[in-house]
Nanobody, 125 residues
Framework: QVQLVESGGGLVQPGGSLRLSCAAS????????IAWFRQAPGKEREGVSC????????YYADSVKGRFTISRDNAKNTVFLQMNNLKSEDTAVYYC??????????????????WGKGTLVTVSS
């Protein structure tokens, strides 16, 4: 049974950091492209970051480039999202997702075959 379980969300002040985890079961994370999405209140779910199955290459949305880092620990079967210098506009529910394609190029909601249930990140003073 495929499962994705996010953790690590919480309340943080602007400029702070959080590390989100996405623990996978029922499949190996290095056999799939894995992506992080987020959804703020009243907004559509948007792609944040992605790590490719094929070569481990990474992708970041312009809004988080230079602040967020995605990584994968195959031994733990977990994908991480390190978030630094957080801003109020980063407040959202963050979801990890499995993408059966080989590479992040063109990734988006429509390619996802499994979603986690999400973890809430609130950036506020």
């Amino acid at each position: 049974q495929v499962q994705l379980v996010e953790s690590g969300g919480g309340l943080v002040q602007p400029g702070g950091s959080l590390r989100l985890s996405c623990a996978a079961s029922g499949f190996n994370v290095d056999y799939y492209t894995i992506a992080w999405f987020r959804q703020a209140p009243g907004k559509e779910r948007e792609g944040v970051s992605c790590i490719s199955r094929s070569d481990g290459s990474t992708y970041y949305a312009d809004s988080v480039k230079g602040r967020f880092t995605i990584s994968r620990d195959n031994a733990k079967n977990t994908v991480f999202l390190q978030m630094n210098n957080l801003k109020s506009e980063d407040t959202a529910v963050y979801y990890c997702a499995r993408d059966p394609y080989f590479h992040c190029s063109g990734y988006g909601r429509r390619r996802v075959d499994y979603w986690g249930k999400g973890t809430l990140v609130t950036v506020s003073s």
